[in-house]
Structure formats: C-alpha cells, structure tokens
T-cell receptor, first 118, second 116 residues
Framework: DTEVTQTPKHLVMGMTNKKSLKCEQHMGHRAMYWYKQKAKKPPELMFVYSYEKLSINESVPSRFSPECPNSSLLNLHLHALQPEDSALYLC?????????????????FGPGTRLTVT | GENVEQHPSTLSVQEGDSAVIKCTYSDSASNYFPWYKQELGKRPQLIIDIRSNVGEKKDQRIAVTLNKTAKHFSLHITETQPEDSAVYFCAASKRDSGAGSYQLTFGKGTKLSVIP
C-alpha cells in the first residue's frame, strides 16, 4: 500500500470555527509532513514530524496546530483562520534515514484537503 | 537555506517534440532531487528522482540529469503526448541528520502544454 489518505477532501469554514484535517498512511513511514499550496504556487512546508515528534515548524502561525497521535496518523487543527489561509493542504510521508548514511527517501503525497475560509 | 530556481515558468511544445525543464540549487549538501508532476486539482506525483551519486537516470520517455559541480539538474521528456500537460516541480532535499526526516525545497514550477 503506497497511499496517503486525507480527509475531508473539501472544507469550508468560517473565521470563528474550529476544524481538523486528518492524514493517514500505512506504509510504515516514520516521518510525516504538512504542506500548504496556494494556486499556481509550489507546496510550502509547514511542519515535519519524525518518530511522532515535531522536528520542524516553519514559523507557522499558532492558529495552525499539528498533532501526531501515532505513527500512522497526522492531524492539523485549525482555529480562527483568516481568508488568506484558503489553500490546498497536503500531507506527505517518507521513510526516516538512520545512522551515518545520509540517504534521502521519497515523499509520498496525499490528495490534499481544499480549504476555503469565509 | 536551500534555494531552487526553475526555468522556464511556461513551456508549450508540439506533440511528439521534446521538452526540457532546468533547475539550479544553492545548497551543496542537498543530495536528492525529485521531480513531481501535478495535474489541476490533484496531488503532486513523483515521476522520477535522482540522487547525488548518479549523473543521469532514465525511465521510458523521461530522463533526469544532474551536474553536482554546477548545481543544476534537468528533466527531459521525449515524444511528448497531450497527457504530459501539467505543472512540473523540481525539488532539492537533504536529510535532517538529527531527526532523520527530509526537507523538500521546491522550484516555482513549469506549466507544460503539449499541443496536439
């Protein structure tokens, strides 16, 4: 199984709402990623989890709160978002490098959640 | 941090012609260079990748070349077909030696249109 799944596919929320995005993979990957992609732009890294611990936070506003409850699941909790946060939110996963060999591994992307903030 | 430049931003070719997209990177520690194809409204799909210990890799109509000295890499698509029309992103990556995860830095993308 080489698939990363995300729910929901589409989400419309008001600026006062609280919602969550979910991501799941069953490839045994121990690194999981959140990206934000605006129209006609490349994906921008938001957060990286490695072995369920947050390893990178790319200065993302606190209205985005990531959570990694276990090695297969990644959530993104949303609260008090702004209209400019409307975007495609992509989850990805990869193997984790070990030891002194600095080999990089492929990142597999989920289909994304199309978020609209009204 | 890493900076990836990608050219051209748009590319139109006739069906059957070749297409070439070029990228440069800045961080000599980057050691993995994937290429993603993204169709409208869909996820980025890995189409080919190359590691820094290899100069060229080919998969059917797609090939990637890497020049580590010059810090540039290129995607070559031969015998283009209308279904090759999409946005193509190059990326550069290196491992976070502490956490073991990888940070992908993407180029800005190339919109390829293959005209039947």
């Amino acid at each position: 199984d080489t698939e990363v799944t995300q729910t929901p596919k589409h989400l419309v929320m008001g600026m006062t709402n609280k919602k969550s995005l979910k991501c799941e993979q069953h490839m045994g990957h121990r690194a999981m990623y959140w990206y934000k992609q605006k129209a006609k732009k490349p994906p921008e890294l938001m957060f990286v989890y490695s072995y369920e611990k947050l390893s990178i936070n790319e200065s993302v506003p606190s209205r985005f709160s990531p959570e990694c409850p276990n090695s297969s699941l990644l959530n993104l909790h949303l609260h008090a978002l702004q209209p400019e946060d409307s975007a495609l939110y992509l989850c990805a996963s990869s193997q984790v490098g070990r030891g002194i060999v600095l080999r990089s591994y492929e990142q597999y992307f989920g289909p994304g959640t199309r978020l609209t903030v009204t | 941090g890493e900076n990836v430049e990608q050219h051209p931003s748009t590319l139109s070719v006739q069906e059957g012609d070749s297409a070439v997209i070029k990228c440069t990177y800045s961080d000599s520690a980057s050691n993995y260079f994937p290429w993603y194809k993204q169709e409208l409204g869909k996820r980025p799909q890995l189409i080919i990748d190359i590691r820094s210990n290899v100069g060229e890799k080919k998969d059917q109509r797609i090939a990637v070349t890497l020049n580590k000295t010059a810090k540039h890499f290129s995607l070559h698509i031969t015998e283009t077909q209308p279904e090759d029309s999409a946005v193509y992103f190059c990326a550069a990556s290196k491992r976070d030696s502490g956490a073991g995860s990888y940070q992908l830095t993407f180029g800005k993308g190339t919109k390829l249109s293959v005209i039947p």
